[in-house]
């Protein structure tokens, strides 16, 4: 019951703050809103004992990048936007699609069947602690991808600084 | 015991009010901002279903989402800043450059 409760709770205010994060006018409150919804969203992955993941939630999304949406929104002076029609005429339409699309996706929801179990389970997990399992498999197993990983992240440091160059000496 | 599929449901539905928000907002910036919003919505189903699964590759998936998220924005808004720059407006039906 007392589950139920705090899942109820988490996803209410999960609905609400990405409404008011996609419906408010100025920027600077959208990211306002979606600082306080990334830290419910970390609350959800403690309750689903993911304690590493919500603590790169709230370091990496809260911390990071809300902080670089921020400077951008600080950066350019959007006063005269906020007078501007800030809907699209055509959000009926949107609602539609995007209803059609939720209905689809939570009818499909009935049909599924749970696979086998792998061999983490809770008990397994908290004997060794969420962080040493995750960094074995990420060291071992996903050695690869975490090297490219690494490299994405390398492209895009590059990409914006000569992307937000004012200009390329030739 | 909370069933997976409410979860899922909250997935389901923080991905679609994401979706509506970038379909519907004319900010670069919030529409930016609603692409995020979907990215978090694939991850809490990835970690529901980890949990559920009592697998660790979710949670994997979701570290590299988060990254390329983190790529994701700051590319993104170094865009938004040379739009800036050119256009003076963060409204997306000024930029009509690329129409034939």
């Known amino acids: 019951m007392l589950q139920q409760l705090f899942f109820g709770y988490y996803a209410f205010m999960i609905i609400i703050l990405s409404l008011l994060v996609v419906t408010r006018g100025n920027p600077v409150h959208s990211v306002m809103w979606m600082l306080l919804l990334f830290f419910h969203i970390a609350g959800l992955y403690l ?11 709230v370091i990496v999304y809260a911390g990071a990048i809300l902080v670089l949406f921020l400077f951008v929104v600080l950066l350019l002076n959007l006063r005269e936007e906020l007078s501007l029609r800030q809907i699209a005429g055509s959000w009926p339409a949107a609602f539609f699609i995007v209803a059609a699309l939720f209905i689809t996706v939570t009818a499909a929801l009935g049909a599924y069947v749970q696979g086998p179990v792998g061999s983490y389970s809770i008990e397994a997990v908290r004997s060794e602690t969420h962080t040493k399992a995750l960094g074995r498999l990420l060291y071992t ?16 440091v590059v990409g914006a600084v000569v992307l937000a160059k004012r200009k390329l000496r030739s | 015991m909370v069933p997976l599929h409410w979860y899922l449901t909250l997935s389901a539905a923080v991905f679609m009010i994401g979706m509506f928000g970038f379909l519907t907002r004319r900010n670069i910036i919030i529409m930016f901002m609603s692409v995020e919003l979907m990215l978090n919505a694939v991850n809490i189903s990835l970690v529901s279903f980890s949990h559920y699964l009592q697998d660790m590759r979710g949670h994997i998936l ?12 700051a590319i993104g808004l170094a865009i938004i800043i040379s739009l800036f720059r050119n256009k003076q407006t963060a409204h997306v039906d000024e930029m009509n450059e690329m129409k034939g």
Do not use: D, G, K
């Open chain 2, 62 to 73: 979701v570290f590299f989402v988060i990254t390329v998220a983190a790529a994701e924005a």
């Open chain 1, 141 to 156: 197993e996903y050695l690869f991808p975490f090297e490219i990983a690494s490299l994405i992240l390398l492209v895009a």
């Open chain 1, 47 to 57: 309750f689903l004992n993911a304690e590493f993941i919500a603590a790169i939630q």
